[in-house]
């Protein structure tokens, strides 16, 4: 992810970046797999239950756009040729917009479809509580306090851990945002944060 795509297309002659390439292609057949395998098991749900690929259409294509955004790819539309220039300002812009879009196409959803995303919900917040509770009987702490941006992370010394992927960090923005402020990971102490460094510090940051 460190590696622009089109700085790597342009040094193909490099072998560092025949193994950089290689390693996205592996990366993303992987999960494009996942992704026709869960829209499969959607479609599978949507006919048992009467939709028709023709005349509802569109709760289909609901589906595809929710588990797009839940594996944080969007689609931008006629802005799409500008994902370039936005991957140059933010770390990774359609994993930043998934997580904006992705209770949006949630309540676009049928409602049988959103049944079986609230079990699949419900599992992996289950699976993150068991990580936690594991990793605090190898002596790891959980913070707890929202204001930090270690919240509901396994937290040893200046190391965090979790399995959020990237879920977590938007209740630590906005508590922050709305309190005005911030506890220290290291030190533990609460101390004031201005709203709008802290904005841009995400910015920057994402």
Known sequence: KAFDITFR???RHIPAFHLISGSERAYTGYLNKIRLDVFAQGVAILKENGYDEIKDLSAYQSLAQYINSATGRVDFGKADKYTPLFNAVLFSARNLASRVMLPIHYAKLPKEIRHKELKTLLSFLGFWGLYLFISSLLGEKTETDPRSGAFMQSVQGDTKSSP??????????LTQTVTGERKGRLTGQIVPVDRWDNAWWVFKNK
């Open 164 to 173: 959020d992927a990237g879920f977590q960090w938007w209740i630590p923005f």
């Open 9 to 11: 297309g342009k040094k």
